[in-house]
């Protein structure tokens, strides 16, 4: 019955600075740097948030599974780089750089697309780097202590812990139908894979549901938790240091924003904006081409 | 006996929706220390037994109960599942189904957070059971890496660390391998010889069972049929066959032998036993 | 029929993380026998009866289904040659009726509606399912859901089965079951292998044994064969059904006296009954 599962969540174990910091600071500084990010669309701005984020990534030791994470945004951001230089989300008039073929890549669109890219990172590298570096069950003892109810903690875990789970029924499930012919392609194979999986976590789901109870889930009273993070002084400061980063950074980009508003700028050389286009649709097509025959495989 | 720690009074139960009670006029008394086996067919009513013991019938369930269950006193018809669950800790068929913590100490940390538990207590509880069960050094491991045996052998660590009087286990061994199978019992067994823990087990491993317990059950249609010590019941060899159940191999044997149902002496029930009792 | 329904050819499958699941493995299982596969889990049984319908690819060597090479043909065209059934039956029931199930297979392999419709009667009667195929399938009882399922794969026609964990969370009505179905596809010269861990059941209905520990067949045999046998006993830490431990200490010394069933030690004791 054992299966190898990975660990569902993304932590992982280690001893660095970010490592030790309290989970709330951690999540006071990925919560002011998503206020930042989108105060500001200036891509040098939030390219320099983004190289901070990075330098505390590497602090933390955590390189490759942040990588591995933002593997996801990948084709995201290729495509919204793509998107965004021959259509630009704002307001016209374009100043058209160049033309590729039927397409023309405007100014603002490397501009906003660039600025939309960086937004996703600069804000999202610090939330990364709060999950990598602390262990759930941490960050849920640290909100209860904020008054989070103690159930929600649970419900999020074990959702967490449900994933895998059930991307492995699912699969076993595939097994079985394909043993009785099925093939895995087009509507009638929805059912046949769906239902039984849906049966098996409602199953697994009313027995956890029983076996909680037999340990007095749904107490009432004082909840103790096994996990304990005390804040030291060190904590504090650097939650500080956040809040005030955060706060004189987006006082500044919004107080200057008209000279950050670089969208009529040429802040890029017109080769360079070109080029980054080509490339970015050239891997774009070919990580999707990767994707369908991985897929065709299965 | 003295005031028996599990009592069942007339106790009937018909799930809703359902056209027969799956209980069905069940008297009986458990007293502390047995170590007790149910056994019986699917739908004879067993798990309905078990989850009548912490309470889970009649209060997670919808249907209409009769009849009386006390446990250590408590009537369960008045007391919540969350208070009787610090007498009964319960363990139930499929090890993976039960557990949803990241680690094997949260898993265990998990009800002793819901009564209130100080810290210090809670870490001396968990060493303590896992110990118990044999599962020492496996605090950080995954639960979804253990074998099953290892996670069935962790919830009843996690049951057990709230201190209970009786643990109910409904066919335990069921999705088990044979090792799986051995741990379990042999679990089962330590903590009724060494700790004077009540167990009730419901099982099919009838070999097995002949050896541990101290009574066996037979249910049947929502009846308890047969009760008594191990030879007593299962030597009732055409009885079991009525009742679709059996006895064990080397009992059949006997029976085969000499199929007196009047016999005044019992059958053998174990190896041990036969061994002595046929002659070449 | 020269060739054997399946073969295995120096057979090994390494798992993506790089894990050896199976070593070289080489195996030719009969026409019509009755095939236990035995062994703890993660000792590679399962994942070495997952080759016979392509559920697992060989890593290196071959795998013949019918006396074809297995690679290149996809699972759900094997499925036509060899029948698996799941260990859980949940993981292989959706539809709303017991007759829709068993049309399922029948239909998936492409076969006209009167020849599915066919099918699906064989299968009624082989399981005596004629009061069950319209209730949905999950009301019905676990050891019925058991029986289902393989209904369903019977249904497709197969000419080899493979039961994983048949009498696994049955009881002993359940356990009757499996038994007298293994004997009646016996007798319709169907191949089975059974993957279990029910040294009982494998007792009386086997023909041969495949013993296996740490990705390896460390022996094959008859029950008797690997019963007697103390080392692979030891190895596979796996235990003889109780009557065939009694008769071991009953009748020492005496490997013919090793009885699997209860039937057979009464006739070795009373041989008047």
Known sequence: MAQNLPIPVVFVPGRSFFHRLHPLTKLVWAVVAIVMAFATRNPLVLLGMTVLGLAFIAVAGVVPAYGRVMLILFPISLSLIVFQAIAPAFPQPWIPISRLGPFT????????????????????TFAVLLVLTTHPSDLFAALQKLGVPHELNFMVSASLQMVPIVQREFQIVLSAQRSR??????????????????????????????????????????KTSLRESKATATDYVFALLGVVLAGAGTYLVVRYRDLLDWSKVEFLPPWLSVTIVVVAALTFVTFTIALWRQAQQE | MTEPIISIQNLSYQYALTEHPALNQVSLDIGAGEYVAVMGPCGAGKTSLS???????????????????????????????????????????????????????????????????????????????????????????????????????????????????????????????????????????????????TIVIVEHEVEVLATYADRILVMSEGRVVLNGPPRAVLSQVEALGRYHTRPPQVTALAYALEPNEHRLADYPVTLEQALAAIPS | ??????????????????????????????????LGVVGQNGSGKTTLVKHFNGLLRPSSGRLLVMGHDSAGQPVYELARHVGYVFQNPNHQ??????????????????????EVQTRVEEAVAFFDLAALLEQHPY???????????????????????????????????????????????????????????????????????????????????????IFADDDVMRRTKLSPPQITQFSRRRWPGQPDHLALTVAEAVSWLNPGH
């Not at chain 1, 890549?105 to 600025?115: A, Q, V």
């Not at chain 2, 890496?145 to 052998?153: A, D, F, H, K, T």
């Not at chain 3, 249904?155 to 089965?161: E, K, L, R, S, W």
């Open chain 1, 105 to 124: 890549i405007y100014r603002e669109g490397i501009y906003s697309g660039l600025s939309l890219l960086m937004r996703t990172y600069a804000g999202s």
């Open chain 3, 93 to 114: 029931l959706f539809s709303t009726s017991v007759r829709a199930e068993l049309q399922f297979g029948p239909n998936n392999l492409g076969l006209p509606p009167a």
């Open chain 2, 51 to 197: 989850l009548s013991m912490n309470g889970i019938i009649p209060h997670m369930m919808a249907g209409g109960i009769e009849g009386k269950v006390f446990v250590a006193g408590r009537d369960t018809a008045e007391t919540q599942v969350r208070e009787l669950a610090r007498v009964v800790g319960m363990v139930f068929d499929n090890p993976e189904f039960q557990l949803s913590q990241v680690t094997v100490r949260e898993e265990i940390a998990l009800g002793l957070e819901n009564i209130g538990v100080p810290r210090d207590e809670m870490l001396r509880r968990i060493g303590e059971v896992l110990e118990i069960v044999g599962l020492s050094g496996f605090e950080e491991r995954s639960p979804l890496n253990l074998s099953g045996g290892q996670q069935q052998r962790l919830a009843i660590a996690a049951a057990l660390a709230m201190y209970p009087q009786v643990l109910v286990l409904d066919e335990p061994t069921s999705n088990l391998d044979p090792i799986g199978k051995e741990e379990v019992f042999a679990v089962a067994a330590r903590l009724n010889r060494e700790r004077g823990m």
């Open chain 3, 139 to 225: 009301r019905l009882a676990f050891p019925l859901r058991k029986l289902v399922a393989m209904a369903s794969v019977y249904a497709m026609g197969p000419q080899v089965f493979v039961l994983d964990e048949p009498t696994t969370g049955q009881d002993h009505e359940g356990f009757n079951l499996v038994r007298r179905l293994v004997q009646r596809l016996r007798e319709q010269q169907k191949t089975v292998i059974i993957v279990s861990h029910d040294m009982a059941l494998l007792a009386e209905v086997a023909d041969r044994l495949v013993a296996m520990w740490a990705a390896e067949v460390i022996a094959v045999g008859t029950p008797r064969e």
């Open chain 3, 1 to 34: 029929m020269a060739e054997f329904p399946i073969e295995a050819d120096r057979l090994t499958h390494v798992y993506p993380g790089g894990v050896q699941a199976l070593k070289t493995t080489s195996l030719q299982v009969q026409v019509g026998e009755v």
């Open chain 1, 181 to 222: 012919g099925m093939r895995a392609r087009g509507f009638s194979s929805v059912l046949p894979s769906m239902v039984p999986v849906f049966a098996g976590t409602i199953e697994r789901v009313q027995q956890l549901a029983m076996s909680l109870e037999s340990r007095a889930f749904g107490s009432k009273g004082v």
